[in-house]
């Protein structure tokens, strides 16, 4: 609605509580004030703000849902989605910074670690004094990670780490890495690799058009010697790496409506400014056309985001609802990203407004976390009982 502030054509507003209100309100005004005025030229520069991470873990964004005990935010799902619809609304790549830290280094580390390994690991973690990342992908195998080729050995008191992954958000600043490899009874495992373990080696991707305020690299293992006390002792298998992306996946779900919702205040506001013709093209039919469907899919995407985190709040949302939301909710942003940019005519190109930005992030996002064909053939799977991608 106008009144709150917060793009809201269907009063979901109503749906939430006095405290979601308030931690989204925290969040949006973060982002104002530590993320908006600089993230053009972080992003233009390419540079990666690691002074944002202890801000990041001061106001709360680092695992919300994770419990106080461990230095967690102890919040509901409703509260994990606004806090990552607020961060995305500033810049997709600042959102995965906050969702590797959450929902794919601590998740893993409180759902399949050890009682020290979480006394360790989450405070450091959720204050934003460690920054960690997830490697799951490697260079030859990304939708289908079941195939990788990175393994560990058992040497008696220590694993033997070896291989490499590629496309990891956070690498070349990572403390602490969650990593998944093969035993040699091929089955997957999750290891904690620190920096400075010898061998390890995080080589920084450079020229990128997308998410250029994240940063990106690879993890090189070369012969690691990780302590047997690293391993995730609670998980074994590909549904280990997969329960943290069903919670990433969440987030992104509720991420990508908060670019959407920039892209579109945007372009509403300078529909109405800019005059040709002699009218607002506001005042224009291709233009309305532009800016109603907008709103349409913005708002069935809130709805959607809504009722899925409800479910994930009494445990039931499933993997395939959760790619469902992943996929709709990406595709609508880059679908309004690309219109907004149209309303913008020239000026939609330019570092002057949020636009492009946000459409080349999302051109990432729509791969990363399975890809936009992956997750539709998640559900034609679930529909029809036959899974078509193998
Ligand atoms: P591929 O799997 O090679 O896919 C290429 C194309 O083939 C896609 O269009 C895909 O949909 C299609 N395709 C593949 N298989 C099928 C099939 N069976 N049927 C139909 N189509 C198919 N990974 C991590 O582990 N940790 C991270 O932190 C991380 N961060 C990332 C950050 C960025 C900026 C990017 C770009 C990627 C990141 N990734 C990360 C990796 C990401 O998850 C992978 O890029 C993604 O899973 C796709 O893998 P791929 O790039 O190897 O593409």
Redesign the pocket.
Known sequence: SENSGFTDYYNIDDLLTEEHKLIRQTMRDFVKREISPNIEKWAQDAHFPSEIVPKFGEVGAFGPTIPEEYGGGGLDYISYGLIMQEIERGDSGMRSTAS?QGS?VMYPIYAYGSEEQRKKYLPKLASGEWLG?????EPDF???PGGMVTTIKDMGDHYLLNGA?L???NSPECQVAVVWAKNEQGRIKGLIVERGMEGFSTPEIHN?W??RASC?GELVFDNVKVPKENLLPNVDGLRGPLGCLDSARYGIAWGAIGAAIDCYESALSYAKQRIQFDKPIAGFQLIQKKLAEMITEITKAQLMVWRLGMLKNEGKATTQQISMAKRNSVDMALQVAREARQIHGGMGITGEYPIMRHMMNLE?VV????????HL?ITGADITGIQA?K
Request: overall charge neutral; charged content about 15%.
């Open positions: 590797v794919l990342c997830f490697g799951l992908t990304g939708s289908n992954k496309w990891i958000s990128k997308s998410l990106t990432s791969t990363y976390e399975g890809t936009h064909d992956i053939l991608f």
